[in-house]
């Protein structure tokens, strides 16, 4: 897998970010972040406003413009924005109000308030980049989300994001704050795994979190929110996704897409394999029957973390490459 920590020391005192340079680019005037690479073999060794950074265990040119948090304190360097992917997600918290069957990154207690090293890192990115949002829950924290979002998007118009979220906490207070984001910029991923509320609310670990998501769901319509809904298939839900193709074209026709999702084998997904994997190889038919019932009225449905070998040739366009660099 792709290091997303690295080993580090540094001469500050306090955690910064910091944006990395293999040499001084003597055509555009430097960045007060931007920390230059000055020797580099067994350790690198960048030096910039805040003294000198060491990296150990990684080759200069694979972090060239990377963007990192360093915790000098603590001896390590996260790659928040990492210059060569397409897949860059800030992990707002490690809090949820949801404990779902299959989650991929189990909730913490702890919450760590990262917002000014997050919109610094942010405003660093390459040129049209999209910078994932994600957590645990990131709107348990959404007085904080929505003028990082803003002020993001405002100043970086060529940046886009992509917010996963339970949409528990979004709420009528919300819709002047939301309608003052720009909204091409943001597709808001948001899971529904069943059109049976029981069924949703069993998976999620959450009583009535199945009523409260068909609530926000209906306020991002009204503020003309792009929204992909997601559905990991599991044993659970697979034989009733035709019924949730119904609901989702009858009820929620707004979404701009659907994406239905094989099962992690990572975090409580790997904890519960044996009760709630869906060999989809065995049967595709009720995923078949699905998508053809969304993509006839106009729903645009997709395949992800589906092996192509488990899908039968008429649906492999439908699969895009989807899984995280990082984890792969």
């Known amino acids: 897998m792709i290091p997303l920590r690295l080993s580090a ?5 306090a955690p910064f970010v910091a944006r990395l340079k293999a040499s001084a680019d003597e055509s555009a005037p430097a960045h007060p972040l931007d920390v230059v690479l000055d020797t580099g073999a067994e350790q690198l060794r960048y030096v910039g406003p805040n003294g000198t950074l060491v990296l150990r265990g990684i080759d200069a040119a694979s972090i060239d413009g990377d963007i990192l948090f360093v915790d000098p304190r603590r001896g390590i360097a996260h790659r928040l924005i ?4 397409i897949h860059n997600t800030l992990l707002i918290t490690e809090r949820c109000d949801q404990l779902c069957a299959m989650c991929s990154q189990p909730p913490k207690a702890h919450h760590v308030d990262m ?3 997050f919109e610094a890192a942010a405003l660093l990115a390459p040129r049209d980049s999209v910078i994932g949002i994600s957590g645990g829950e990131p709107t348990l924290f959404k007085d904080q989300l929505w003028p990082f979002l803003r002020r993001v998007l405002r100043a970086r118009p060529d940046l886009s994001s992509h917010i996963l979220t339970n949409a528990q906490h979004i709420a009528p207070s919300d819709l002047q704050q939301l309608s003052a984001l720009p909204r091409e910029s943001i597709l808001w991923g948001i899971p529904l795994y069943a059109a049976d509320p029981r069924c949703h609310d069993e998976i999620v670990g ?4 199945f009523e409260r ?6 306020l991002l319509c009204r503020v003309g929110a792009q929204i992909e809904l997601r559905t990991v298939v599991m ?8 019924v949730l193709a119904r609901f989702v074209t009858s009820q ?3 979404i701009d897409r659907w994406a239905l999702m094989q099962l992690e084998n990572i975090g409580y997904g790997r904890k519960n394999w044996g009760t709630l994997f869906y060999d989809s190889a065995g049967s595709f038919t009720p995923v078949a029957v699905a998508l053809d019932i969304v993509r006839s009225r106009g729903v645009d449905a997709y395949l992800y973390n589906f092996p192509l070998c488990t899908v039968p040739e008429p649906y492999r366009h439908l699969a895009p490459r989807s899984i995280s660099d990082w984890k792969q």
């Open 9 to 13: 020391g540094s001469s500050a005192t």
């Open 82 to 85: 990492r210059a060569s992917s």
């Open 115 to 117: 917002f000014p090293y």
């Open 206 to 209: 959450k009583e009535g979190a």
């Open 213 to 218: 998501l068909i609530e926000s769901l209906g």
């Open 235 to 242: 044993r659970v839900n697979a034989s009733a996704l035709p």
């Open 252 to 254: 929620l026709p707004f």
